[in-house]
């Protein structure tokens, strides 16, 4: 079942100006949604993962709305906060994947 977001989204990827734009930020939604599904999977609070990490409750909510640009150390603070670690990848693009 759709939202009424998904589409008014669908909608707007259909402008290849916006969806260029849109798949640009998808690192910054990415990392926002790994740790928004972090905390939950811990069961913690923005508060207590402040309290553990000494990351202001405003940073983690700022980032969790993809509204900063968090440094490696700080995500490895917030996944060490969390009882995890952190893990990047380098992932061929799919277009370029594709060539011959």
Not at 47 to 63: A, D, F, H, N, V
């Amino acid at each position: 079942m759709s939202t009424k977001f998904d589409d008014f989204l669908a909608e707007q990827m259909k402008d290849p100006e916006f969806r260029k734009e849109y798949e640009a930020l998808q690192p910054e939604r990415a990392i926002a949604q790994a740790l928004i599904d972090g905390r939950k999977r811990t069961g913690l609070t923005r508060k207590e993962l402040s309290e553990k990490t000494g990351i202001s409750m405003r940073t983690i909510s700022r980032m969790e709305n993809s509204n900063a640009n968090p440094s490696i150390r700080t995500l490895q603070r917030l996944a060490a906060g969390m009882g995890m670690r952190l893990r990047l990848e380098f992932l061929p693009e799919e277009t370029a994947a594709a060539k011959p």
